[in-house]
């Protein structure tokens, strides 16, 4: 089987190009929310007319304090990118860098991810938004609770609401369970192309898990090319085999 290297500075991938399963799309409900009458926090975040009131209405007055999550943040971590992006990566909340620096990714795990947009033609400036479920620190980096994603869902539907992306990619299982509404396990989830609120949802591996499993790489990188592929955007020649 033919096999190519994708460089990504300190890491290696080997790319297996065989053939990929197409999968067919399989549409999969969204949890239903609480009342949030009377937040008029949330009443500006959701009727915000661009990302930056959106972040505004977020961070105004010390932030949001929708959940438990608000007691030990250090700083909201709302998303970074391109406002017209074709591709919005959504990844499960902050980590400790992110915590203190207040973007998301920017540990090892999003130096990796940005390795990988560069070689999909991208980067953060450019054709993609990066967001998390929750935009505030989980203790111990847990799982966000489910009532914690909830008091967090309308800001991030609201997001992709100005952005209107042509797909989205969930970085590992935290994240797919959540924007889904499912308690499938992942090797269920990948593969297939997910509808959400109208919009095709990928979901890949975790940076994270890549960086301690780097046999993930391989069909990391073949979604990587279903998405620019759902996307309109152009597969680097080098590797569009």
């Keep these: ?15 297996d190009l065989g053939l990929v399963t197409e999968a067919e799309p399989e549409n999969i409900g969204f949890p239903q929310q609480k009342e949030t009458s009377g937040d008029s926090r949330l009443d500006d975040a959701v009727s915000a007319n ?4 959106l972040e505004e209405a977020i961070i105004r007055d010390g932030g949001c304090e929708r959940c438990g999550l608000a007691e030990k943040r250090n700083k909201i971590v709302v998303g970074q990118g391109d406002p017209n992006a074709s591709i919005v990566f959504i990844g499960e909340g902050p980590g400790g860098d992110e915590d203190r620096i207040g973007l998301p990714f920017v540990g090892r795990a999003g130096k990796l991810l940005d390795r990988i947009l560069k070689a999909m033609g991208l980067s953060r400036e450019r054709g993609v938004y990066i967001c998390n479920i929750v935009k505030c620190r989980p203790p111990g980096n847990r799982d ?5 994603a909830e008091a967090c869902i309308p800001y991030l539907l609201r997001q992709l609401e100005l952005i209107k992306p042509d797909v989205i990619c969930c970085l590992g299982r935290v994240a797919a369970q959540n924007l889904l509404g499912t308690n499938a396990p992942l090797r269920k989830l990948r593969g297939k192309t997910h509808i959400f609120k109208g919009i095709p949802v990928l979901v890949t591996y975790h940076p994270a898990y890549l960086l301690r499993n780097p046999a993930g790489k391989p069909p990391t990188w073949e ?3 279903e998405l620019l592929r759902i996307a309109g955007l152009p597969i680097p020649e080098k590797y569009n085999k």
Excluded: A, H
């Design 50 to 53: 661009t990302l930056v009131e």
């Design 223 to 225: 979604d990587m090319k």
């Design 1 to 15: 089987m033919l096999n190519r290297i994708l460089d990504m500075g300190e890491e290696q991938i080997v790319l």
């Design 144 to 148: 966000p609770l489910p009532e914690e």
